[in-house]
């Protein structure tokens, strides 16, 4: 069910009401999410954040729900799955569920290789390969070991070369219980760091910087940095985006240093990705923008 009445500067009828989509550790939302909160309540949209898992929500009675902040969703993968495609039936769900399924799993970064962009390399890993014989394969010193279906850097292990013999019972206990990748260790993510450029409606919006994925407490969004993206992680971002099979309400873009200043893809983020709108003033009001585009096309 679609609400009528759009109403000057991008607002909408009374009608119109949206659940922001989080998880129960964050069941008021992200501090950077209410500012999307505030500008959707200042625009006239009865706006209201719901705990994704929680079964008392009554999806149906939104007339949309944007994912935000659900960041335990890898922790129960198929509930969470089968939850995205039932809220998708029942209302328009953004981004939608075919977007959410694909992106879930990190193996689409073989999928976007395949299409030409700068994907840092990436390795599945082999029946009967161990650790160190993937890494003398693809000349790789230190490698990251991550779970394909993760968050939050969980599952994700830093292993150096001197190391790669004693952490081969791990490493195969782990491929036995959920899907890898293994990846390069790349300098440039400690410095100069990730760049994040995020685009709504495939437009660019607005960048950040941050530092090394590691583990750390769900609440915890300290070390953004406002960024001026250079011409050449821009155009790497632009194609990103033209490379995906639809072109996604929000996406942020990760980047690395694959040296030289060469930009390296390491993640695109098309489902509860933190955007840092407080790095622009005017990143909610175009995140909002971008909504009130998809509502009016039906």
Request: glycine share 8%; charged share 30%; aromatic share 8%.
């Given at each position: 069910?679609?609400?009528?009445?759009?109403?000057?500067?991008?607002?909408?009828?009374?009608?119109?009401t949206?659940?922001?989509?989080?998880?129960?550790?964050?069941?008021?939302?992200?501090?950077d999410?209410?500012?999307?909160?505030?500008?959707l309540?200042?625009?006239g949209?009865?706006?209201?954040?719901?705990?994704?898992?929680?079964?008392s929500?009554?999806?149906?009675?939104?007339?949309?729900?944007?994912?935000?902040?659900?960041?335990?969703?890898h922790?129960?993968?198929?509930?969470?799955?089968?939850?995205?495609?039932?809220?998708?039936r029942?209302?328009?769900?953004?981004?939608?569920?075919?977007?959410?399924?694909w992106?879930?799993?990190?193996?689409?970064?073989?999928?976007?290789a395949?299409?030409?962009?700068?994907v840092?390399?990436?390795?599945?890993p082999?029946?009967?390969?161990t650790?160190?014989?993937t890494?003398?394969?693809?000349?790789?010193g230190?490698?990251?070991?991550k779970?394909?279906?993760?968050?939050?850097a969980e599952?994700?292990?830093?292993?150096?070369?001197?190391e790669?013999?004693?952490?081969?019972?791990?490493y195969?206990?782990?491929?036995?219980?959920?899907?890898?990748?293994?990846q390069?260790?790349v300098?440039g993510?400690?410095?100069?760091?990730?760049?994040?450029?995020?685009?709504?409606?495939g437009?660019?919006?607005?960048?950040?910087?941050k530092?090394?994925?590691?583990p750390?407490?769900l609440?915890?969004?300290?070390?953004?940095?406002?960024?001026r993206?250079?011409?050449?992680?821009?155009?790497?971002?632009?194609?990103?985006?033209?490379?995906?099979?639809?072109?996604?309400?929000?996406?942020?873009?990760d980047?690395?240093?694959?040296?030289?200043?060469?930009?390296w893809?390491m993640?695109?983020e098309?489902?509860?990705?933190?955007?840092?709108?407080?790095?622009?003033?005017?990143?909610?009001?175009r995140?909002?923008?971008?909504w009130?585009?998809?509502?009016?096309?039906?």
């Open positions: 069910m679609l609400a009528a009445g759009l109403r000057g500067e991008g607002g909408f009828g009374t009608a119109t949206v659940g922001l989509a989080t998880w129960s550790g964050l069941p008021d939302l992200h501090p999410d209410r500012l999307l909160l505030d500008e309540r200042r625009r949209v009865r706006a209201e954040p719901a705990v994704w898992s929680d079964p929500v009554e999806w149906d009675r939104f007339d949309g729900v944007i994912l935000r902040s659900t960041w335990d969703y922790r129960e993968y198929e509930r969470f799955l089968d939850w995205v495609e039932r809220v998708g029942w209302t328009r769900l953004w981004n939608p569920a075919a977007t959410v399924r992106n879930s799993h990190k193996s689409y970064l073989l999928d976007l395949k299409r030409g962009l700068p840092i390399p990436t390795e599945l082999r029946p009967g390969e650790l160190a014989e890494s003398r394969r693809r000349g790789w230190p490698v990251v070991v779970a394909a279906v993760s968050a939050n599952n994700c292990v830093l292993v150096a070369p001197d790669k013999a004693r952490f081969e019972s791990r195969q206990e782990m491929s036995a219980r959920v899907d890898l990748l293994v390069p260790f300098p993510v400690l410095d100069p760091g990730e760049r994040s450029l995020v685009f709504f409606n437009r660019f919006s607005h960048a950040f910087r530092g090394p994925a590691l750390r407490d609440r915890d969004a300290a070390g953004l940095l406002p960024l993206p250079s011409e050449r992680e821009r155009a790497v971002a632009v194609r990103t985006i033209a490379a995906l099979d639809d072109t996604p309400l929000y996406a942020r873009v980047l690395v240093d694959g040296g030289g200043g060469t930009p893809l993640e695109v098309l489902i509860e990705p933190l955007l840092d709108l407080a790095a622009d003033p005017k990143a909610p009001g995140f909002v923008d971008a009130s585009e998809r509502q009016r096309v039906g």
